[in-house]
């Protein structure tokens, strides 16, 4: 079990930049299937992009070539770097992890990850 922690959101105008980071705390980070995901209101939770040590970071398709995810080991922390945002990626983001294992094939299925930070909110302005 690993105890995650968002931080970085925020209120930018389209086409601006933000970073989110997952702090985690109680078990590494390194060897475990991590994610970020959104919900808007009234919308379900959406995987946005996930990450393991067997595999490449993957992304959903909305933001696929603007948001990158990125761990730091030395930190245990988990990154997302948003870019050219739009009005449409306001939403609240939480960060996910399952520190047992090492292997996602269903990254973008919530049911994966046992641990959920509180989130951390993101408002894009047109």
């Known amino acids: 079990q690993v105890q995650l922690t968002e931080s970085g959101g925020g209120s930018v105008q389209a086409g601006g930049s933000l970073r989110l980071s997952c702090k985690g705390s109680?078990?590494?980070?390194?060897?475990?299937?991590v994610a970020w995901f959104r919900q808007a209101p009234g919308k379900e939770r959406e995987a946005v992009a996930g990450?393991?040590?067997?595999?490449?970071?993957t992304y959903a398709d909305s933001v696929k070539g603007r948001f990158t995810i990125s761990k730091d080991k030395v930190k245990n922390t988990i990154y997302l770097d948003m870019s050219r945002l739009e009005p449409e990626d306001t939403a609240m983001y939480y960060c996910?992890?399952?520190?047992?294992?090492?292997?996602?094939?269903?990254?973008?299925?919530?049911?994966?990850?046992?641990?959920w930070g509180q989130g951390t909110q993101v408002t894009v302005s047109s």
């Open positions: 990450t393991s040590s067997s595999s490449s970071p």
């Open positions: 109680g078990s590494t980070l390194s060897n475990s299937c």
């Open positions: 996910a992890a399952d520190v047992t294992r090492w292997v996602c094939p269903l990254w973008s299925s919530s049911y994966e990850y046992n641990d």
